[in-house]
């Protein structure tokens, strides 16, 4: 009936000026090589049939089904794939179409010397090629007979048989003399792994953009801890280079007191380096003791901060940090100590929002004493005013001897304008050193 084209063809229909002959067989090609490449399956797919079917004379592969069948070989060439490596100095590439039919072909340079893993990812589909050697001056194909999968067919073909919502974190972990760091936990919030013998982790995650941190929370007490911030994890790729340096540390400790007896809890404690800057804080616990980690090998000072009307003895502890040491700073005996008042001001049983002008003292006053000499030199006045929610909070010097006066002056206003100042008072107030003592209010 004469040449026909083929209603429905994938950007170019088969040429075939003669039809189809007895004995003539088309079949899908396995690769860009031909039909048949040692029993894999006809299987490759350009979104082209002239290029994608070859024909023969004589039937040369039976048909097969689902329980006589060769496994693919190559596949729909994967152009746009995204490859990287975990070396830290190779870029991340993409595959692009080569050859005419098209291969997906890739070239990684720059990649450092050593052995590696290789993430290969197209939409979801990803392969995860270990065991990469890579020698100096040198190329590698990839899959090899060393790597893991290896190669079964001689042709480095690789198959995104896999499927993955995950992103890979990649970097290695030294210590300050650049050697590698064995069994170190690296993790972020979503995982966690250990480096290995030549100091590189390859660290699984989910997408997101992370903090990536080296030996939390000093687990070798041989080394601080390090972070890595705004880490982005994308899906199926490697994000490599996410290296750290561990230097050798170790932790203090100490205790904070009233009276070398009794524990002072809630004091903040510093350790600051010999260049003035703050290594690390603690702040003491009920038992009034601190511990402050994460420090390199070297000396600190450590001290308390205190206000201005508390003082520490010693002042000051100057200790000397070596690797996996728990060093004592000593005990910090603290005089002066502040302690609290807190409560709320209503007036008709609600808050008052304007603010109530809050005086504690251990002197009896009716009005809010003038500033002069006398007041300076006579007893101390702590004041404070509320805060639009009707609570306040007042520090004062603690003692578990002298008792304080509270008082609250509200100020309202008559219909002429006038302002009106009324007083309450609280007496009796014991406010130990530390300690802060809770609903004192006060009702208008």
Same mark, same amino acid.
């Not at 975990?86 to 590439?93: Q, T």
């Not at 300076?376 to 909070?393: C, I, M, P, V, W």
């Given at each position: 009936n004469?040449?026909r084209?083929a209603?429905v063809y994938e950007t +170019?229909?088969?040429?075939d000026?003669f039809g189809? @002959?007895?004995?003539e067989?088309?079949?899908?090609k %396995?690769?860009?090589f031909?039909?048949?490449?040692h029993?894999?399956?006809n299987c490759? +797919?350009?979104d082209?049939?002239?290029?994608?079917?070859a024909g023969?004379?004589?039937i040369?592969i039976?048909p097969r089904?689902?329980?006589d069948?060769?496994?693919?070989?190559t596949?729909?060439p994967?152009?746009?794939?995204?490859?990287s490596c975990?070396?830290?100095?190779?870029?991340?590439?993409t595959?692009?179409a080569?050859?005419?039919p098209?291969?997906a072909?890739?070239l990684?340079t720059?990649?450092?010397t050593g052995t590696?893993?290789v993430m290969?990812s197209?939409?979801?589909?990803?392969? @995860?090629i270990?065991?990469v050697?890579v020698?100096?001056?040198? $190329?590698?194909?990839?899959?090899?007979?060393m790597t893991?999968?290896?190669?079964?067919?001689?042709y480095?073909y690789i198959?995104?048989?896999?499927?993955t919502?995950?992103?890979?974190i990649?970097?290695k972990?030294?210590?300050?003399?650049?050697?590698p760091?064995?069994n170190?936990r690296v993790?972020?919030?979503?995982?966690? /792994?250990f480096t290995?013998s030549?100091?590189?982790?390859?660290?699984?995650?989910?997408t997101?953009?992370y903090?990536v941190?080296?030996n939390p929370?000093?687990l070798?007490?041989?080394?601080?801890?390090l972070?890595r911030?705004?880490?982005e994890?994308?899906?199926a790729? *490697?994000?490599?280079g996410? +290296?750290?340096?561990?230097s050798?540390g170790?932790r203090i400790?100490?205790f904070v007191t009233?009276?070398?007896?009794?524990?002072? %809890?809630?004091v903040?404690v510093?350790?600051t =380096?010999?260049?003035?800057f703050v %290594?690390?804080?603690?702040? /003491?616990?009920?038992n009034?003791r601190?511990?402050?980690?994460n420090? $390199?090998?070297g000396?600190?000072?450590?001290e308390?901060?205190?206000?201005?009307k508390?003082?520490a003895i010693?002042?000051?502890?100057?200790v000397?940090?070596?690797p996996?040491?728990t060093?004592f700073?000593?005990?910090?005996?603290?005089?002066?100590?502040?302690?609290?008042?807190s409560?709320k001001?209503?007036a008709?049983?609600k808050?008052?929002s304007?603010g109530v002008l809050i005086i504690a003292? !251990? %002197? /009896?006053? /009716?009005?809010?004493?003038?500033?002069?000499i006398a007041t300076?030199?006579?007893?101390?006045?702590?004041?404070?005013?509320?805060? @639009?929610?009707?609570?306040? !909070?007042l520090?004062v *010097?603690g003692s578990?001897t002298?008792?304080?006066?509270?008082y609250g002056?509200?100020?309202?206003y008559d219909? =002429?304008g006038n302002?009106i100042v009324?007083r309450?008072?609280? !007496? =009796?107030?014991?406010?130990p050193?530390?300690?802060?003592?809770? +609903?004192?209010?006060?009702?208008?």
């Open positions: 004469g040449r084209t209603p +170019d229909g088969l040429d000026n189809l @002959e007895s004995n067989q088309y079949l899908r %396995a690769s860009t031909n039909v048949h490449v029993g894999w399956g490759y +797919d350009s082209n049939n002239n290029k994608d079917f023969s004379l004589f040369q039976p089904n689902s329980s069948f060769f496994y693919p070989f596949g729909r994967a152009v746009g794939s995204v490859v975990n070396d830290g100095l190779s870029d991340i590439v595959a692009t080569f050859g005419d098209p291969v072909r890739f990684l720059s990649v450092a590696w893993s290969i197209s939409g979801e589909r990803f392969i @995860e270990n065991n050697r020698l100096a001056n040198s $190329s590698v194909g990839i899959p090899n007979n893991n999968p290896i190669d079964y067919t001689n480095f198959q995104l048989s896999s499927s919502e995950l992103g890979f990649s970097g972990v030294l210590n300050i003399l650049g050697q760091l064995n170190i993790e972020n919030p979503t995982n966690f /792994t290995n030549l100091g590189n982790y390859f660290l699984a995650s989910s997101g953009i903090t941190v080296a929370n000093n070798n007490p041989l080394y601080i801890s972070k911030e705004n880490v994890v994308k899906r790729q *490697i994000t490599s996410v +290296d750290f340096v561990l050798e170790g400790t100490g009233l009276d070398r007896i009794n524990p002072l %809890a809630g903040v510093l350790a =380096n010999l260049a003035g %290594a690390g804080e603690d702040v /003491t616990d009920r009034g601190f511990f402050i980690s420090l $390199s090998s000396t600190y000072y450590v308390p901060v205190l206000s201005s508390e003082v010693p002042t000051v502890s100057t000397t940090v070596t996996g040491s060093v700073a000593g005990t910090f005996t603290i005089t002066g100590v502040m302690g609290k008042v409560g001001v209503f008709g049983g808050p008052i304007t003292s !251990t %002197a /009896t006053i /009716t009005t809010p004493p003038n500033l002069s300076l030199t006579s007893a101390a006045y702590f004041l404070t005013s509320s805060y @639009e929610d009707g609570s306040y !909070t520090e *010097i578990s002298t008792r304080y006066n509270l002056y509200y100020t309202t219909a =002429n302002p009324s309450r008072e609280i !007496t =009796n107030v014991l406010i050193p530390g300690a802060e003592i809770t +609903d004192r209010n006060f009702n208008w």
